[in-house]
């Protein structure tokens, strides 16, 4: 006999419909986590740019080197989110 802790999600869940509405669910949550997590990212490249500025009026082109090194960094993350997020949208149906 199978413990019912031990069943595979359609088995728990009952029905196809109910499953496809689980597997949206998640994917609408899937998408949700990451439009968070890009809108994070969004700040913290704004934040390095307006850093950058600064710096560069003040002489610093020591430091404003860095910071375009980690605004470059933010970006490729960024790119990479747009796409995770386009395929969540897409799982999700929206």
Do not use: C, W
Request: aromatic share 4%.
């Amino acid at each position: 006999m199978t413990r019912p802790d031990a069943m595979v999600p359609e088995q728990v869940i009952g029905s196809r419909d109910e499953a496809e509405h689980a597997r949206l669910e998640e994917a609408r949550a899937q998408y949700r986590r990451l439009n968070g997590e890009f809108t994070i990212l969004e700040n913290f490249e704004r934040r390095l740019t307006r850093q950058i500025h600064e710096k560069q009026e003040q002489g610093r082109d020591d430091y404003v080197r860095e910071l375009v090194q980690r605004r470059i960094s933010v970006r490729s993350r960024l790119e990479e989110m747009r796409v995770r997020r386009a395929r969540a949208a897409e799982a999700a149906g929206l």
